[in-house]
């Protein structure tokens, strides 16, 4: 067993590779020339980091100081020949190496978890990045975590089974369930908002979610994230995904993807009711296909010239609604955006306080519109904020710091 071990240890040690970073923190966008190289060390990124803070409160909350301090902490584990981080070809190869090994081991005898257990803390025990219900079962939920994989639920959240224990790294930012068929599910795998773990791609399950194989979309040897993922509503075989490089389509279930649209995408939507209108944004272009994806137009109207992320939603309480949500350059609160015509125009709504009451939206920004209502819009960056008359007007309608609250949830809205 210790020749397995050593001999996988070796594949790792004998090559170099990208490392993996947020190309939204502001450190690297601030960074010109060596932190924007497509070969950077985990040393290299470290001293662009404290060049950023140099003058900078580090205590001040949103900073960002926190979230690359766990991300320099973990991913300094990964590191191979020359400072560089392991690419997911590597974790590929270790894996399907290994998968002998485990079953094995786990042959010779059953583990039980002696603890930490959850508590009856509201403070938060950990990151999410996604949820989605069943379209077919309104009790079944799976929750995608950043470094804690897939988990799922059949009793509307009482009790959760993770799915992700085997895979080969146990990142999930998407998640997409066939409305057709709730036993086929996708997953768009890593970490999107900090890289907190790889990105290897697209991975399929057809048991609900108990094994997973991969699709044709899998990334090797560069630092590429994923997010958003959608099936066609009437059509099985046709998906969607959102990237770092680039929007892909897959009209075999998978099987192969065609790139659609270069660039760093953070968010993707389809209008409700009709898939052949795909909304999508880079952190600071929004983009329109009235084709299912195959062609997209950049939308400028009454958009803002520059950003620093943008997120969308859309509802079927009027399918022709798209909503914007705009950080500035700072990761400040910029406006939020209407469109009422299926995203060919937009306006800035009315709000102009700073409901981000922080400057981290590179780490987590997020939208929601009511499936009922058209005008309820819910942000959150650091704390969420609702609006009931289509966003000109926000209330906050919680504090991360106050436990005591009803409505209280941990700091950092990712979802």
Do not use: C
């Not at 070796?10 to 170099?16: A, Q």
């Not at 991300?71 to 590597?90: C, D």
């Not at 997409?176 to 086929?184: F, K, L």
């Not at 052949?276 to 803002?304: C, H, M, Q, R, W």
């Amino acid at each position: 067993m210790h020749k397995v071990f050593t001999f996988l240890l070796f594949i790792l040690l004998t090559f170099t590779t990208q490392s993996q970073y947020n190309q939204n923190a502001p450190w690297i966008q601030n960074k010109q020339g060596e932190a924007k190289s497509s070969e950077q060390t985990i040393q290299t990124l470290t001293n662009s980091f404290n060049a950023y803070f140099k003058d900078k409160d580090w205590q001040a909350k949103g900073s960002g100081f926190k979230p690359f301090k766990r991300w320099e902490n973990h991913w300094k584990h990964y590191t191979i020949k020359g400072g560089y981080i392991a690419p997911p070809s590597m974790l590929w190869n270790a894996w399907e190496q290994k998968n002998s090994i485990v079953q094995k081991l786990s042959e010779k005898g059953e583990w039980q978890s002696i603890g930490p257990y959850t508590t009856n803390t509201k403070s938060g025990q950990g990151r999410v990045n996604t949820f989605i219900v069943d379209p077919n079962n309104a009790n079944t939920f799976y929750v995608g975590a950043p470094s804690g994989g897939i988990w799922k639920s059949t009793d509307a959240g009482q009790n959760w089974i993770p799915l992700s224990d085997h895979l080969p790294q146990i990142g999930v930012s998407g998640i997409a369930i066939d409305p057709n068929n709730s036993n086929t599910i996708y997953i768009t795998t890593g970490d999107d908002d900090a890289n907190d773990s790889y990105s290897i791609g697209v991975m399929k399950s057809t048991d609900g979610g108990t094994t997973w194989e991969k699709t044709g979309l899998v990334f090797t040897n560069s630092f590429t994230s994923a997010n958003e993922i959608y099936i066609h509503p009437d059509n099985s075989n046709i998906l969607w995904v959102a990237t770092s490089n680039g929007v892909y389509k897959t009209i075999n279930a998978g099987a192969n993807w065609t790139k659609k649209q270069y660039g760093n995408f953070g968010d993707l939507k389809l209008k409700p009711g009709d898939p052949n209108t795909v909304y999508a944004v880079t952190s600071n272009k929004f983009y329109l296909s009235t084709n299912g994806g195959d062609n997209f137009t950049e939308i400028t109207s009454n958009l803002p010239t520059t950003s620093s992320r943008l997120v969308i939603d859309v509802t079927p309480a009027n399918p022709s609604y798209v909503y914007l949500l705009s950080a500035k350059s700072d990761y400040s609160f910029q406006g939020l955006y209407k469109s009422v015509n299926s995203g060919n125009t937009f306006i800035k709504t009315a709000e102009s306080d700073d409901i981000f009451t922080s400057k981290q939206a590179w780490f987590d920004m997020a939208l929601t519109i009511s499936p009922t209502n058209a005008n309820v819009v819910y942000t959150g960056v650091l704390d969420i904020w609702k609006s009931t008359d289509g966003g000109n007007n926000f209330v906050q309608i919680n504090h991360w710091w106050n436990h005591d609250e009803p409505s209280y949830t941990h700091a950092d809205i990712h979802f």
